[in-house]
């Protein structure tokens, strides 16, 4: 028998299974581009993607976590990280089951609040209609919502699933804040020709106000891609390098680089964005001790000069610029004022409308069920400016992270959110405390982020069904990195008995009449 008949056969099956499958996809390629088209040619590439996802499936969820991509031929067009996660999380609890080697990392101080918000979800889901998704043709809508947050949520667990390689601890940050930068595609939208409209099905554009408001400068959208890119590229930088060493590294690149995603993000022209750079700026340089440095009143001293350098031009700057900038004492533009000063307005007359109701959710909250004809009427309405109550009620955009936590799930939803920002802080600081020396930059910076957000969905702007992803993936990426929660270093058995005799003896007597 030819030594060669095991390959030949090999090359036989392949070739058996290939050519059928290529004239098979020819074929469908040929037909006219729908949903099932696209249904069944992403259900081959992930057949084909098997040995690789097997692999590298932890990897490519972190990669593709921040990825403005969606995966528009699915019922609901769901975003990337929510197909990644789902993978990712169903392989490591595949593994696990047939492989009593693989645990998952132990943290369970976080994993309960975490478990205990999705009871909470789920009860009330169950409680108010079910989880109703219109894109599958449900006559209960809202369900969007509710998969978001329970997906944020198996993120953790996914995330946690197995730790990060020391070796390519950088590497996984880096690639998970490069992910953001593809954010700016969405704000191409009034700039590329008709020919390529196609892209913005795979990225949706991230355009607000395009044809809202007209000021002396014009039409004036505001770009979130272009803020979102501003945003990851800072946070890259100062988990990568750390604000010590942009600041006194002694690196101009790193410095000037670091002020360019600065002055980009209020092109976006939202504040929340400034307001949370500025918070994780402010924790990490406190975290790094850069308040201790001599250097610090220079710094001081030159922040003070640019604001000084930018108020006599600061009604020159753009639209956009001037509208996220609106919160500080600068002389800007009437319009944007304007528009600054209505949207604050419009959120308080929200939080005052919305506030009397919270009582009556606290036991049971009204979840995130619309009925379908009331889904009609929010369709054929212009949620800007909203006024009434039940208009804002039924949207659910109630622009205030405790509401969205306890107009939907009651006081069950305040109790596990509290928890899980307690436990949160405490493991974030205890790996920012005793981790690593090597990922000191990037456990402060982990720490300083989550603080900042906490801060601004409790005080300024937050929506529970978005931001719960972002606390999940920070407390993810943490607890992988550093394979767990740190604790300080146990104090040696001989060293403590010897400290407790030391004072149970006290101090030498003296006499009482000394010579």
Not at 7 to 30: E, K
Not at 242 to 251: A, E, F, P, V
Not at 273 to 287: K, T
Not at 399 to 422: D, E, Q, R, Y
Request: include cysteine.
């Amino acid at each position: 028998m030819n030594k060669n008949s095991p390959a030949i056969l090999r090359s036989l099956v392949i070739f058996g299974l290939c050519i059928p499958l290529a004239a098979w996809i020819g074929y469908l390629l040929a037909a006219p581009a729908d949903r099932s088209t696209f249904g069944i040619g992403g259900i081959l590439a992930l057949v084909m993607l098997t040995p690789l996802l097997l692999r590298r499936h932890h990897f490519l969820m972190i990669a593709g976590w921040n990825l403005g991509l969606t995966i528009f031929f699915l019922p609901g067009s769901p975003p990337v990280w929510l197909l990644l996660t789902a993978l990712s999380l169903g392989l490591s609890v595949s593994q696990r089951t047939l492989n009593n080697q693989t645990h998952f990392l132990h943290a369970p101080e976080i994993a309960c609040p975490l478990i205990f918000m999705l009871l909470v979800v789920l009860v009330t889901a169950k409680l108010n209609g079910g989880i109703g998704l219109h894109s599958m043709g449900a006559a209960v809508s809202g369900g969007k919502r509710y998969f978001t947050i329970i997906f944020g949520i198996f993120g953790y667990f996914a995330l946690t699933a197995m730790r990060i390689p020391q070796s390519k601890v950088k590497l996984y940050i880096f690639l998970f804040y490069l992910g953001g930068f593809s954010s700016l595609i969405g704000d191409l939208g009034p700039f590329l020709p008709s020919s390529l409209s196609f892209v913005f099905a795979f990225f949706p554009m991230t355009v607000y106000d395009l044809d809202s408001k007209l000021g002396s400068l014009g039409f004036n959208p505001r770009y979130a891609g272009v803020g979102s890119f501003g945003v990851c590229g800072l946070f890259l930088m100062l988990a990568y390098f750390g604000l010590r060493s942009i600041l006194l590294g002694g690196k101009l690149w790193r410095l000037v680089l670091f002020v360019l995603f600065l002055l980009i993000i209020p092109f976006s022209g939202f504040r929340s964005m400034i307001l949370l750079c500025g918070g994780v700026i402010v924790i990490q340089f406190y975290l790094e001790d850069m308040h201790r440095e001599k250097i610090m009143f220079g710094l001081i001293l030159i922040g003070i000069m640019g604001i000084a350098l930018i108020i006599p031009f600061s009604n020159k700057l753009p639209y956009t610029f001037q509208r996220s900038l609106a919160f500080l004492p600068l002389k800007i533009d009437k319009a944007a004022q304007r528009d600054a000063e209505d949207s604050s307005g419009w959120r308080l007359q929200i939080w005052r409308d919305t506030l009397p109701q919270v009582p009556k959710y606290l036991l049971l909250g009204k979840g995130y069920s619309i009925d379908m004809a009331e889904m009609s009427i929010l369709q054929n309405r212009n949620f800007r400016y909203l006024s009434t109550a039940d208009e804002v009620a039924l949207s659910g955009n109630y622009h205030s992270g405790p509401l969205s936590v306890l107009m939907p799930f009651g006081a069950w939803g305040g109790i596990g959110i509290l928890w899980l920002f307690f436990a949160g802080i405490r493991a974030l600081y205890g790996n920012y405390r005793y981790g690593d020396p090597a990922f000191r930059n990037i456990n402060s910076f982990l720490f300083a982020s989550f603080s900042a957000k906490i801060i601004l969905f409790l005080i300024v702007f937050g929506a529970i069904e978005s931001d719960m992803a972002s606390f999940c993936v920070i407390l993810g990426l943490s607890v992988s990195i550093n394979g767990g929660i740190r604790r300080p270093p146990p104090v040696p058995v001989a060293k403590l008995v010897k400290s407790r005799v030391s004072l149970m003896a006290g101090p030498p007597l003296q006499p009482v009449f000394p010579r």
